[in-house]
C-alpha cells in the first residue's frame, strides 16, 4: 500500500482507511480531504472512532468537505 501523498496524488482511492491507520500511530492530529462527489466521511469516521480518534472541526467547500480529527 502506498499513500496518497508519497504517489502524488490527492485521492487514495485503493485501500479503506482501516488499512491505513497503523501509520497515525504517532500522530496527535490528522485530516480527511473526501470529495463531495465520493463522500468517505461516514466509513472514515466510523474506522477513526474505533481507533480512538474523534472529529474536531469540519468544513465544507465546494467540491470537497475537510474534516480534523484528534487522537482521544
Known sequence: MTPAAETAQL???RD???LSLSGLATADVTYLVTSV???QRP???FAMES??????ETW????VH?????RD
Do not use: K, N, Q
Open 11 to 13: 485521492w487514495e482511492t
Open 37 to 39: 462527489a465520493r463522500d
Open 66 to 70: 475537510v474534516l480534523r480529527y484528534e
Open 60 to 63: 465544507e467547500f465546494t467540491s
Open 16 to 18: 479503506p482507511i482501516g
Open 51 to 56: 481507533a480512538g480518534w474523534h472529529v474536531t
Open 43 to 45: 466509513e472514515t469516521t
